[in-house]
């Protein structure tokens, strides 16, 4: 039975001599290890030992030599047969022989391999606990509540920067830890659990060694209790959470901060003044800081003393009346000039004034502090804030806010003395801009006075009898005082735009209309260089639109004039298109377009310049003044539109402008936009040279439901007119141009009349040149028309021709026909001699009688002795002026006779003409005097008979003849 025991017990036995050489081992102990018993025999203890247990082994054996042999018990760590580590307790005791002799070691070897794996693992958990709990600052006690021992865990220690020796292990030793203010909850909390609660979580501080040493913990815990329900342990964790508490408050008081901050923000916008801003602040930085109290002091004085505005701001109205403890205010108000003084902060703690190298520091009570912060503006003190905490206030923060209330508070001051700059410039500029409209208003004046005196009286002398050589020298004298007059106009143009005198006006416009006005009254200019000047229209615009007419007119007639300056042959088109259709608006572009010399890309970039040429040496071919484009630019910049150039030397150029305009108040379309049976259908031959001619013709036609066709040139012409014969469809109306190389139109047309297979074909010459009454006559055309032809004269001609049996239409004689003379009597009220001369003889020539008047006292006792057909009235005379004198007259008048009243006078201002008819006046007509101008507003003011007024007639009049009464102004 012993033997079983030995051999197969839970118990390894090993038995080895003195050298470690096995002598026996049990089934056990060969299992093991994975060897078999057979298999042990020749293996020996080092042989199962790794290197380190190999020389402890040895030594071990060595030991156990010298000594004879010892009983101990100690771990040791095997190899098994694949070198996986085994864990064992090993005890053994001397192996001896029957005599006693000292052979070696009798071993007992238990396996223990598991229970070491599992301390290991239990070490590390610990060990990881003890990590985590150093990262997460989190420490952990247990309280025996029976013997009142407190166990902390080594982070606890550390949190509570103490070492064992410091802290006793009671819960008194604990609680004299807590800080004072935090101590009795804690014991609270304490009982609580003790009576019943089970467990608890709260945050608190602790007080260490120095007051810089509190720190904030978040302690929690539960309680065990016995079968009985009696409290035996607690155990719990406390938590360092002073870097989350110090975050939290200054997450409070950047919140806080940032609140002020918004909140002066929103003042500084909203305020209408530094005092009234500068007030709010401190309202709101005692408010929002706690701060007990808080006054403003505002510069003033030419010594920039302090003086307090308004009350001390009190945190709350409920507190006591505070007392002034700094004497800050009496302080500063007693320094005098602060220009100089600055904010200094010293050791982070005390604030102090300083000017210069000396320092001045507030005095304060006790328990109070008093700290101020100025307000700079341009490097001067414009206010000082002052405000009285109590002692615990943090100096560092609180100067911090101030500063930045104080930057804001200079925004304000800066916008407050940038708005007195403001208005102290706005007051010099109104007042030099007053100055420059009344020397603009004089120079006016001054200018076109002797103005209307010089083109007046070449006028008058070239309808004298005069010899050629006499004649050339005054017609000279015309062109070149027509060319200063031109000069004259665009300087005072500009000036205008220069002085702010520019408005615009908004009335009804038919853009058609409008750019045919303009190729109108540049005719005879084109004319006169055998230019081809056409015009298009808006032919898809059925209503008016509304905008400022003289303004786009001005700009037209400028831009047309210089083409046609600047192009020697070709032609000019000045044209109009619907760009954009909005219902309510409407973008409408123009365009003049010429072949004239072009600009290059490098000189379009000055031409807009005032006072700028391509050519601006005195030897230039092309005269002007150089504003003509610089005052077009401007014009349609105010009409919020751009005027742009496309232009190649030697290709022509481009100018144009698209405007947005609203629709006007739905006046019925002109009949020139209708179509009527009479015209529907007809086909019709233009016949014209030039391509651009041509193809508005085309447009035009097909607009008013004809059907065009197109022949450039005589020959042409007349072959289609043939064909068209032949298959009895003959053509029954022709527009024939009248200048055309190789065969003309009169030569065209002698050959349609001479050919009885075209005797149907009626014949509407259209030309830029002067054309005799024998000419039409021998050609028997149904009508001629001038070039530029506007459309609605197009229209009106073609209706009437192709009425039966048309009568034949030809122009108006450029020479006017003897007008009747004894047209009535004219009084002339003009101060200056030159202009009663030039008056007098224009009225002469238009069969008008006229008496003359010094001032507005004259024309009183003239109107008084002799009744007028109407009074021209200079505006501007010694001792009683033209507006006076009018008002005078029509108080007189009362509500019985009206004597027509036109003004007559160098004023050429914006808002000149309003000024005279809010006088009484009826019409304006400004010098120098258009007498083409002067014979239409006569004739409209004046009956056939000369006795009766046509007074009330306005109403009946139609657009035509209302536009006559404005005079158009002059080509830039």
Known sequence: MYRQIVEFGNEGIWVFDLNGTTAYVNERMASMLDYTVEEMASIALLDVLDEEGRDQGADFLARQRQAGGTTESAECLLLRRDGQPVWTVVSHSPWQDQDGTYLGLIAFVNDITERRRLSDALRRREEQLAEAQRVAHLGSWEWDIESNQLHWSDELYRIFRLSAGEFDGTLEGYLALVHPDDREMTGEIVEACLAGRPGFEFDQRMGGRAGRDVMWVRASGVVLRDQAGRPTLMRGTALDITAYKRAQERLQRATSRYQLLQTMAAAANESHSLEEVTLISVREMCAHLGWLAGRVYLVSGENASLLPVGPWQRRSRDEAELAHPSGLGELMAGLGDVSDLALEVRDSSQARWKRGSELIEPRSASDLRAFAIPVLCRGEVVAVLEFIADAAVRRREALAICHEVATQLAVVAERERTNRDLHTARDTALTALGAKSAFLATMSHEIRTPMNGVIGLTELLLATDLDDRQRHYVTGLQTAGNALLAIINDILDFSKIEAGRLELEQIDIDVTQLIEEVAGLLAQQAQAKGLELITRGCLGLD????????????????????????????????????????????????????????????DQRRIFEPFSQVDASTTRRFRGTGLGLAISRQLVESLDGDLTVVSEPGAGSVFAFTIQLPRGHGRAPAPSRLRVPLLEGVSVLVVDDNATSRLMLNEQLIAWGLRPQLADSGAAALTLLHDAAATATPFPLALVDLTMPAMGGFELARRITDAPALAGTRLVLLTSAGVSAAELEDTQVSAFLAKPVRSSQLYDCLAQVMQPAPRPRYPESSTPADRRRDRGRVLVVEDNVINQLVARGLLDRLGFAADLAANGYEALDALDSTTYSAVLMDCQMPEMDGYTATGEIRRREGAGRHTPIIAMTAGALAGDEERCLDAGMDAYLPKPIDSTHLEKLLTHWVSADAATVRWGAVAEMDADRGLDRVQPPPPL
């Open 543 to 602: 209503a008016p639109l509304r905008g400022d007419a003289s303004r786009l007119r001005q700009v037209l007639l400028n831009l047309t004039s210089n083409a046609i300056k600047f192009t020697d042959n070709g032609e000019v088109v000045v044209s109009a298109r619907v760009e954009a259709d909005y219902g309510d608006t409407v973008d409408i572009t123009f365009e003049v377009c010429d072949t004239g010399i072009g600009i290059s890309s490098t």
